[in-house]
Each structure stands twice: as C-alpha cells, then as structure tokens.
C-alpha cells in the first residue's frame, strides 16, 4: 500500500494555458474525490468518482474544468484556459468500501497561475 | 448547508503542555467526523476518524470526541512536542444525496509549539 500519489506536485503555468493533473488512487480504492484548497482555507469539494463513474461535481466545477477516471484507476484533472483565480493546491482523496470510509489525501499539486 | 468551524484559528503552546482545539458543524445529520494535520506546503494526513455512533477515538497522545448531537467535536493532545506544530483540521462527513461522502471542512487551527 504506496498511498495516494499525485503528479507533478507542483506546476507553473501562464493565464490562458491548459494544465492536466493526475492522480493514482490507493490500489483497490473504488472511490476517488478532488478538492481544492486555496490559501489559509480548508479544501473543498471538486468532483467524485465511483470506480470509473463520475457521479457528483460541485459549482465549483467550471466548465473550464473536467475530470476523468477512465478505468477506475487512476484520474485526471484538466483545467482549459487556466486564470489566475485558479492558483490553489489540488488534493485527491480516496477510499474504499463504505461510503462514509476514511478518506486517504496524497501531498497535492500546488498551481500557480502567472 | 453543512458550516464547520474550527476555533482557535490560531495557538501557541509551549513544549509539553495539554491543548484542546475545538470544531462545531451546523448540520448534525453527519456520518464521520474526522481530523486531520496539514504541514505547510503539504497534504492532509489522517490522524483519527470518528463515526457517528460513537463518542470517542485515541490514538496515541491525540484524542478526538464527538458530541453530535450539539454539533461539536473536540481534539485532545497530552504533553505536546514541537513536531505536533502543524495545520489541524476538522472535516464532516455526509452523504450529498447524489452518491458522494464528501467532506466540508472547516479552516483549520494552527498551531505552534514552542520548545
């Protein structure tokens, strides 16, 4: 059990570039969520997969945002047209059986949008 | 909407001392609570989850309580040590109604312990 990774950990981009992120689960997690977290604020809600099933997105989900778990494994975030208000730390989370299971973070992908 | 919030925003303690930070929720149909420690600059790492039929969770010198009832929950932690200096936050745990157990966290308590 390696935990939850995310790549790359850290990642500049100018205003108006695309970016994509991704992150692979705990090995035979089924469920996979994204949050977002901005500076001094706790992380809130982006998305939510049920193995490869994208079954909740949050306001917070332009439609610049999208979000993929093709086989249920790992899963990506893509941001179109990246603003400067997009600057935050991207976190995923996963867990397994219950619904209400504990939740298990990797380190994140620090944006920064210039 | 589900509120969390974590109070003191902010504590400074000195090394060996007993610290409890307190989190309150608004909405008390919840199914977990559970806290966590962020490192600047990190992610979150798990430090206790607590279900909602229970009262209670120790893990080591941290222990968590649940009162849901009154919205409240609150982490203990005996004999600090300046490695405990981090980001704590206290997160719910409900289900959306659209399939997700999505967590609402709160801003979290800083914390400094000061050798």
């Known amino acids: 059990d390696t935990g939850v990774s995310q790549n790359p950990r850290h990642k500049i981009t100018k205003r108006g570039q695309n970016v994509t992120f991704r992150c692979d689960p705990i090995?035979?997690?089924?469920?996979l969520y994204w949050y977002r977290q901005t500076l001094g604020q706790g992380p809130e809600f982006l998305t939510y997969f049920q193995n490869e099933a994208q079954l909740e997105k949050s306001r917070l989900l332009s439609d610049r945002f999208s979000a993929e778990r093709p086989k249920g494994s790992f899963s990506t975030l893509e941001i179109q047209r990246t603003e400067q208000g997009d600057s935050a730390m991207y976190l995923c989370?996963?867990?397994?059986?219950?619904?209400?299971?504990?939740?298990?973070f990797g380190p994140g992908t620090r944006l920064t949008v210039t | 909407k589900q509120e969390v919030t974590q109070i003191p925003a902010a504590l400074s303690v000195p090394e060996g001392e007993n610290l409890v930070l307190n989190c309150s929720f608004t909405?008390?149909?919840?199914?977990?609570l559970q806290w966590f420690r962020q490192d600047p600059g990190k992610g979150l790492t798990s430090l206790l989850l607590?279900?909602?039929?229970?009262r209670e969770q120790t893990s080591g010198r941290l222990n968590a309580s649940l009162d849901k009832s009154s919205g409240r929950s609150t982490l203990y932690i005996a004999a600090s040590q300046p490695g405990d200096s981090a980001t704590y936050l206290c997160?719910?745990?409900?289900?959306?109604?659209?399939?997700?157990?999505?967590?609402?966290f709160g801003k979290g308590t800083k914390l400094s312990v000061i050798p």
């Open positions: 909405d008390s149909a919840i199914y977990n």
């Open positions: 607590i279900q909602s039929s229970q």
């Open positions: 090995s035979e997690h089924n469920r």
């Open positions: 997160a719910v745990i409900k289900n959306s109604g659209a399939g997700s157990y999505q967590l609402t």
């Open positions: 989370a996963s867990s397994k059986g219950q619904g209400e299971s504990e939740q298990y």
